[in-house]
């Protein structure tokens, strides 16, 4: 039988053991979890059972408690950071399938720098920028010539 895969939000610890890691009284994590600061898994006996990610944002909880903010105030950065996230996800999923999509298509756009000095052209796939042959001579007091 295949070992499940551990990580960051996989539920290991009791109560006392969070509340060890997180530096708290394991009575402050019940009360996280009733007014849902904190809410870890439950087990089937109905106990707690923390991750890291749960531990972590206990440390965090602590940390914006110590610089004034209320559990409320807490409660809503804890939400936000949460969603900012997701957000952060899925931005990364429609980047990925936009760039898998752009190779597929047969008639994606190439850009190359034009020849008249830098400008940026567009250019049918397969073809390339035509370059001018001509050779400019410089002479000092003197003119250019072509």
């Not at 991750?51 to 940390?63: F, G, I, M």
């Amino acid at each position: 039988m295949a070992t499940p895969q551990m990580d960051r939000f996989t539920p290991v610890f009791a109560i006392a053991a969070a509340a060890e890691l997180a530096e708290m009284h394991p009575q402050t994590l019940r009360q996280y979890d009733r007014i849902g600061l904190v809410s870890p898994q439950r087990t089937r006996g109905n106990t707690r059972r923390y991750s890291l990610h749960d531990v972590a944002q206990l440390r965090e909880v602590a940390r914006l408690s110590a610089e004034g903010l209320s559990l409320e105030g807490i409660r809503r950065v804890l939400q936000l950071e949460d969603r900012v996230r997701e957000l952060e996800s899925r931005v990364r999923d429609l980047e990925r399938a936009l760039s898998d999509e752009m190779l597929k298509r047969p008639d994606r756009r190439v850009f190359a720098a034009g020849a008249a000095g830098g400008e940026v052209v567009t250019l049918r796939r397969g073809t390339r920028v035509r370059r001018s042959a001509e050779i400019v001579v410089w002479r000092p007091g003197g003119t250019e010539e072509s």
